[in-house]
C-alpha cells in the first residue's frame, strides 16, 4: 500500500436539525460505493447516534441485528471505539498507541465500512477536552487508518457531523477537503445558510476553510421540464433555491471563501428516512444522488 496515498475527506455539517445530515451522508457514501472499485468510510460522530442506530436497526424486528450488535458490544468491551481514540490521542505526553483493525471499523459491505458513534461523544459536547489538544485528531487517525497494512485502500471518508460546533467538529473541519451543507426550502433557509457560513470561517480560524457545497435536500417537485428532463421544483421551493444561491455569492464574495450552492437538489421522498435500514438509496433518488456528487467531484478537482 503506497504510503502516500491520501483519501478525499468530506464532511456533511448544518447546525439545524430536520434537514436531513444523516440520511444525505449515509446516501452519499452508499452512492459512492456503488462506483466499480471504489472504497469508502464512513464516520457517525454525533453523539446522539441517529447514524449508528439507524444502521443497527432491523426495520422487520426493531432490534439490533445480530452481526453488527455483536461486533458493536465486542468493540466496546475492548475499547476500541471512536472515544477510546479520543482518549489515547489526548493522553498528555504519549503517543498515539491505537491500533487500527476491523475491531475499529465496521464491515457493512466489501466496498462501504463504517466507524460508530458511541454515547461517551457527549462529554465532548461539553468541552472536555482542550480544543487545541483535539485539532489534529482526526487528521491523524485517518493517517492511521490509511497507513495501516491492515486497512484497505479508501478514496473516501464521510463524516456525519454533530448538529453543533464541538471540539469533533473542529478537529474534522481542519482536515476536511469538502463540506456538504443540506439545506432545506422553508423559511430559515437563506437566514440558516448565511448564519453557518459566517460562523464557519470564524470558528476555525486561522486555519483555511475548505469547500463548501452548499445545496437543496427534501426539495418539492412538480414534474420534469420537457425540453432538459429534469425535475422541476416547486414556485415555493424554487423561490428559496434563489434565495440560497443568492446567500451563498454573497458570503462568498463578503467572507473571501469557496462556497459554491449546487444546481441540484434532492427530491422530497417520504421513505427516503429508510434508505438505511432499508439497505440503501431508493431506486428513483439514485439519479439526484449521483447528479449531487458530480458536482461535488468537480469543486474537489478545482
Known sequence: MPTNWSPKLIATINFKGGVGKTTVTWCMADTLALFPNQKVLMFDLDAQMSLTQAIALNEDSGRLEDRFGKWYETSVQRKKTIFDAIEAFTRPRANFDFPIGFDVIYQISDQLHFVPSVEDLYWLELEVFDRESMRDFI??????????????????????????????????????????????????????????????????????????????????????????????????????????????????????????????????????????TGGG??????????????????????
Open 139 to 276: 487528521r491523524r487517525l485517518i493517517g492511521k487508518i490509511t497507513n495501516s497494512p491492515r486497512m484497505p485502500r479508501y478514496d473516501y471518508v464521510l463524516f456525519d457531523c454533530p448538529p453543533s460546533f464541538t471540539l469533533l467538529s473542529y478537529s474534522v473541519l481542519t482536515c476536511a477537503d469538502l463540506v456538504l451543507i443540506p439545506v432545506n426550502p422553508d423559511f430559515f433557509a437563506s437566514r440558516g445558510t448565511s448564519l453557518i457560513l459566517n460562523s464557519l470561517k470564524m470558528r476555525i480560524e486561522p486555519h483555511p476553510l475548505p469547500k463548501i457545497g452548499v445545496f437543496m435536500n427534501k426539495t418539492k417537485t412538480f414534474g420534469r421540464d420537457q425540453t432538459t428532463g429534469r425535475w422541476r421544483p416547486t414556485n415555493e421551493s424554487a423561490f428559496y433555491i434563489r434565495e440560497v444561491g443568492r446567500v451563498c455569492s454573497e458570503a462568498s464574495k463578503r467572507e473571501n471563501i469557496e462556497a459554491r450552492f449546487f444546481d441540484s437538489f434532492i427530491r422530497e421522498r417520504v421513505g427516503i428516512k429508510r434508505a438505511i
Open 281 to 302: 438509496v431508493p431506486a428513483d433518488l439514485v439519479p439526484d444522488f449521483r447528479t449531487l456528487w458530480q458536482e461535488c467531484r468537480e469543486l474537489l478537482s478545482q
